[in-house]
């Protein structure tokens, strides 16, 4: 957690890119498709394992060593050790490496999907928070002028300049305006408690929003949309994620047709063993030709027993049940839609370009429109105040002007933070920092 009550939009964006358990769920997919990237590597290999057993055989059987029938208890030991490579399989196993990388790459990117997916919600709940302390500011200014106009109403009753009608409206119109106090301060807190729920931030955790200086441009240039595609295309994580998924529903069909090729491979092995049943023969009797016999010691059995092998094996397929062909139909269909994806894809981000690029212009004309509204409602409104205070416009044409005045501030100030959105927005798709 940032050590601080206030934060920047910078702050809020380091925090939820280290905390966000949404985040750190997209990178553990990510390690799991570089794991598999990593075994398709170590798959090319030879394989090599070793085994051994001891074991006792009781009653008849026979012994493996010496091939004849005993009824003795006999031990027996056998110790080797095996290897196998593939030597071609159809390019199946560099096929399977490929597809791999790009189902790391693909993976990749969709983490940074979700990342930019957060950020620009953190920054929609950053400006949504700048906008409702505004906000706040606003009807405070509003309630704090009626709160004036309440007390310079009470003392025009007091020495009878007005009826007490008058008051009364005046205190109705200021009981209004707190209530819509009231309301924008809980919209403000509630803008603060959706902001703490995107940082995964307690409830209770206290905190404020550095608020940052920001200025908008009396003139807009419309940027161009084309441009702004072939941009965002190359930076955007969206476009490149559909392309390493062609790319890898590509290699799976290529790995699908390899299973029409032969399949050779090697084996080999080294073994030796042990019984005790056997003996060794030490010389033959001169008269009876009758061969003499001693215990056969342990490492000389394994020395003597020593046995090794090695074979080719040729698989063709013929006819497996079809599987063959089926897994290469659904590999083909896998292709299509990956690549239906990548033009959904396309297709998608060009709209959202082109809908971006509108709505800023018209943000940004928005804004320039309420900004006049303002200008022209706080004149009328300094005149209208003018003459209420010589009596000579109502309380209700006074009230009537001010809401009207405080309508357009709050208009002015929505259509401020909807342009910065709305920039923002295309500055994403530009691939510059969100931040202000």
Request: aromatic content about 10%.
């Amino acid at each position: 957690m940032i050590a601080q009550q206030s934060w920047s939009l910078k702050d809020c964006l380091k925090h939820a890119a280290e905390n966000n358990l949404t985040i750190k769920q997209a990178a553990l997919n990510t390690s799991l498709s570089k794991n598999a990237l990593t075994q398709s590597k170590l798959a090319v290999l030879p394989s090599f394992n070793t085994n051994a057993s001891h074991s006792f055989n009781f009653g008849r059987s026979v012994d493996p060593y010496t091939n004849t029938f005993t009824l003795d208890k006999v031990r027996n030991n056998n110790f080797g050790a095996s290897t196998s490579v593939t030597l071609f399989a159809g390019f199946q196993n560099i096929n399977n490496i490929r597809m791999s990388n790009y189902d790391y790459l693909a993976s990749k990117y969709d983490a940074e999907k979700i990342a930019n997916d957060i950020s620009i919600n953190i920054i929609t709940a950053f400006l949504q928070l700048m906008y409702n302390k505004e906000l706040v500011e606003v009807n405070e200014d509003k309630l704090a002028l009626s709160r004036l106009q309440v007390n310079r109403v009470s003392e025009m009753v007091d020495v009878g300049r007005l009826p007490k009608g008058n008051l009364l409206d005046t205190e109705s119109q200021m009981a209004q305006e707190e209530l819509q106090l009231i309301n924008v301060q809980n919209q403000l807190d509630i803008a603060f408690l959706n902001m703490k729920q995107l940082l995964d931030l307690d409830a209770s955790y206290s905190f404020d929003i550095t608020v940052p200086e920001l200025s908008i441009p009396e003139s807009y240039a419309v940027r161009n949309s084309e441009e702004l595609y072939k941009t965002a295309s190359g930076n955007l994580p969206d476009v490149k994620s559909a392309i390493a998924k062609v790319q890898s529903a590509e290699r799976s069909l290529a790995i699908a047709q390899g299973g029409r090729s032969p399949r050779l491979s090697l084996f080999g092995s080294i073994g030796t063993g042990y019984s005790d049943a056997r003996q060794k023969i030490t010389g033959v009797d001169s008269l009876s030709l009758v061969p003499t016999y001693s215990n056969y010691p342990f490492e000389e059995q394994l020395e003597d027993n020593v046995s090794q092998s090695f074979s080719f094996s040729l698989s063709i397929p013929i006819f497996n049940a079809w599987q063959v062909n089926s897994s290469i139909s659904r590999a083909k269909i896998g292709v299509l839609q990956s690549q239906y994806n990548l033009q959904q894809a396309e297709n998608q981000l060009r709209k959202q370009i082109e809908q971006a690029n509108a709505d800023a212009l018209a943000a940004h004309k928005k804004y320039l429109a309420s900004q006049k509204s303002v200008q022209a409602l706080s004149e009328s409104f300094r005149y209208i105040e003018e003459k209420y205070n010589v009596e000579l416009v109502s309380t209700y044409e006074y009230n009537d002007a001010k809401n009207r005045l405080f309508r357009a501030e709050a208009d002015l100030l929505q259509s401020k933070y909807d342009y910065i959105f709305k920039i923002k927005i295309l500055d994403f798709y530009t691939g510059d920092e969100l931040t202000f």
